[in-house]
């Protein structure tokens, strides 16, 4: 047999109370957690909560809307890169003789100084012929790549296809005029191949 003294249940009486208030205690905390997590759980529904069907539709044509704009802002942009290609190309085209030009201008000027010399001698009117030959093949290869000489003789200095290298007073011809080719300047169609070298009266 068990023999409990008073003072023991005392103690044990003691005991059962202190852990009753300390449960009553911690019992409001646990509440107000409950609640918390509850207004957690809300938020987060909220939160979740699934999209309406027009909703929907509404967010469906705004990026069918972005979608066009961005193919029609791509597609401007091929337009807009093929128009400058072509350009580019027709450019190249156009002008494409303008190196090669440029290389024969200096033996064509070699050319008409030859022609210009007089002689008796049967040898070299022989060669001035040839060369007269040579001249009027290179003179026509020219013309058909659209090169053509710059008129200048007579006419009033143009600064843009003349370059004056001398001025000189002349009797009887206003100033700004040129007065005497010293070295024949061409144009590539509507380009300056090579500016004409002049001496314009002053």
Known sequence: MFLVTVKEVKTVSKKDKKDKKEEKKVEPETKEEVKEEATKEKVE????KEPTQEEIIQGLLVQL?????????????????????????????????????LEILPILDSMELALKVESEDEAIKNYVKG???????????????????????????????????????????EPGIVIEVLQKGYMLKDRILRPALVKVSE
């Open 131 to 173: 060369f007269e030959m040579i001249h009027k093949q290179l003179v026509g290869v020219l013309e058909n790549e659209g090169v053509k000489p710059i008129e200048a003789l007579n006419k009033p200095f143009d600064h843009n296809t003349m370059q004056a290298l001398m001025q000189e007073a002349k009797e009887g011809v």
């Open 45 to 48: 529904k909220e939160e979740t």
């Open 65 to 101: 809307d972005k979608a066009k704009n961005d193919v029609a802002r791509a597609y401007a942009d091929t337009e807009n890169m093929k128009k400058r290609l072509q350009k580019e190309a027709d450019t190249a085209k156009k002008y494409r003789f303008q190196q090669a030009g």
